[in-house]
């Protein structure tokens, strides 16, 4: 496989618009993106909702960009131990895909995600942090989105941190020790039904962020790129240039893309306006990837 980066032919295949939690429109981030000269490919992946449905080229023939439909796929995953993590997968479909193929999928989660809203607000009571169900409610996204970023983001107003990030870290985070597990009360689709859904619709599935879930340790870290490349097989990828790990863990996730045949990606998962996009290069997994749904 090649794995040489190349020179103003970047891809950036993890992307969130304000369709769900992201701050720009769709419109914005591709005008954007389209300015970055070095970026060749794009793919909108907003959580558990397709912002696109058909594959687009903006530009023309000299300088030009193919933004690619995608959605960031919340899944459950089962550990041997028992234990049950969301996870999440990154599916795109380089030519078009039908967002009715996932409704199913879908459909459970709006529920669940209000109930998790509540307990989290609950939570921050204990810790004298007073915030309105119904202002966080406010931001609800047109697509039905709510999730732990507007609550950040209400909170932020509120003076109780400087910026998102610090809440996350601080209160409502994978890593925060206040952190209420999501499947405890959203019922996410198992990560096997997730993944085979995406390869029956020819979309090509990509394991996202695999060091950011909740307290994995280097064996569970393992067992679940087992247990993706098993699903898989030879048709699928691993974000391993993602915009916020270290050098020393783009490295340790490129030896088990290695390890494991699985493509490498490159993902900024941008939501924010003063967040970059992906800077790595990567068309050529890019042409991997496709070379692995041909065959498939």
Do not use: W
Not at 35 to 57: C, G, M, P
Not at 206 to 225: F, Q, R, T
Not at 245 to 264: F, G, I, M
Not at 281 to 295: H, I, P, Q, V
């Amino acid at each position: 496989m090649e794995t040489k980066q190349l020179f103003n032919e970047g891809i950036d295949l993890h992307l969130h618009s304000d369709q769900s939690d992201g701050q720009n429109s769709v419109k914005e981030i591709i005008n954007l993106a389209f300015a970055q000269e070095h970026l060749r490919v794009i793919a909108l992946t907003d959580h558990n909702h397709f912002s696109l449905t058909n594959k687009y080229i903006v530009g023309s023939k000299g300088a030009f960009l193919d933004v690619i439909p995608g959605c960031e796929f919340s899944t459950t995953f089962t550990f041997s131990s028992g234990k049950k993590e969301e996870i999440h997968v990154i599916g795109i479909f380089p030519e078009n895909v039908n967002p009715k193929a996932f409704a199913d999928l879908f459909a459970p989660i709006a529920e669940g995600k209000q109930k998790y809203v509540e307990a989290i607000l609950s939570n921050l009571q204990h810790l004298g942090i007073h915030l309105n169900l119904q202002k966080v409610m406010k931001e609800k996204k047109s697509t039905g989105y709510i999730g732990r970023f507007h609550i950040a983001e209400a909170m932020v107003k509120l003076g109780y941190g400087h910026n998102v990030d610090e809440i996350m870290d601080n209160y409502i985070g994978n890593f925060s020790e206040h952190y209420l597990p999501t499947t405890d009360y959203i019922s996410y689709a198992p990560f096997q039904t997730v993944i085979e859904r995406i390869l029956n619709q020819s979309g090509f599935p990509i394991l996202a962020h695999a060091y950011s879930y909740h307290k994995l340790d280097a064996n569970e870290v393992i067992e679940l790129i087992e247990s993706f490349r098993a699903i898989s097989g030879s048709t699928g990828g691993l974000e391993v240039y993602y915009q916020h790990y270290s050098r020393a863990q783009q490295n340790s996730l490129r030896k088990l893309a290695e390890t494991y045949n699985l493509v490498p990606s490159v993902a900024s998962d941008r939501h924010r306006t003063d967040q970059p996009f992906a800077n790595y290069g990567g068309y050529s997994f890019y042409k991997e990837m496709l070379t692995r749904l041909a065959d498939r």
